[in-house]
């Protein structure tokens, strides 16, 4: 544990599904993506990589999936068991993720965590996703956004906040193993906030 991981975690506890962030129209469109992407899952097992407070593991549930949720901040934790009696909580650094030769999953959904992840640490646990699923459902935030332009102009960044291309992001997939079938762009007019902190709207939604 780092210093850093602490900051994420105080980070997404303050600004994860607070109605206040001004994000949400974007996140909402890509929740929704994700959530029309996952196919059923009767009788089936999910992964889903950085919980935070249950939004994906509740698409997975709802398809009928038998999840499996990792994430690291012990207050999500507590909430996702509260909220998902049935699902296997994994209180756990996903950089630290081993899988058993033989461990399998139908889907594995890694939404909203990428850019918590430096490079070498993408590289490593996308060769590990690699050999334990079929399909991924993935995302990032685009470093030549119009967002990710400004926060970066301002100063605003997080240190712990990593931005991909999504060329270069394209070949990680690939050099891992995996065939894009799939791929959107997500939030072209994003809301952007005047302030840090993004409490102040410069484009109304
Ligand atoms: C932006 S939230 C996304 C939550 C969820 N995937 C969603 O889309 O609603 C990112 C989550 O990933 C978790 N996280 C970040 N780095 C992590 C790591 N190395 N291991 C486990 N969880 C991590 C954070 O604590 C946070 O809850």
Not at 28 to 57: H, M
Not at 118 to 144: M, P, Q, Y
Not at 157 to 163: A, D, Y
């Amino acid at each position: 544990m780092n210093m850093s991981d602490d900051e994420i975690k105080e980070y997404y506890s303050e600004w994860w599904e607070n109605p206040k962030d001004i994000r949400n129209v974007v996140f909402d469109s890509l929740n929704e993506l994700v959530r029309r992407r996952i196919p059923p899952g009767e009788g089936k097992k999910a992964l889903d990589l950085g919980s935070g407070r249950g939004r994906i593991v509740s698409y997975l549930v709802e398809k009928g999936y038998d999840v499996t949720a990792v994430e690291f901040n012990e207050d999500f934790c507590r909430e996702l068991k509260r909220k998902f009696p049935d699902v296997r909580v994994l209180q756990e650094d996903v950089r630290n993720l081993n899988f058993d030769e033989n461990e399998r999953f139908d889907v594995v959904t890694c939404i909203e965590l990428v850019q918590n992840l430096d490079k070498k640490e993408l590289l490593a646990l996308l060769t590990k996703l690699a050999k334990i699923t079929k399909l991924l459902l993935i995302n990032i935030s685009n470093r030549n956004s119009f967002h990710a332009w400004w926060v970066n102009l301002r100063g605003w960044r997080n240190k712990f906040v990593f931005n991909y291309i999504p060329e270069d992001f394209d070949r990680y997939l690939e050099e891992a193993g995996f065939r894009i079938v799939y791929r959107r762009g997500i939030g072209l007019v994003t809301p952007i906030s005047l302030f840090s902190g993004f409490k102040g709207k410069l484009i109304p939604i």
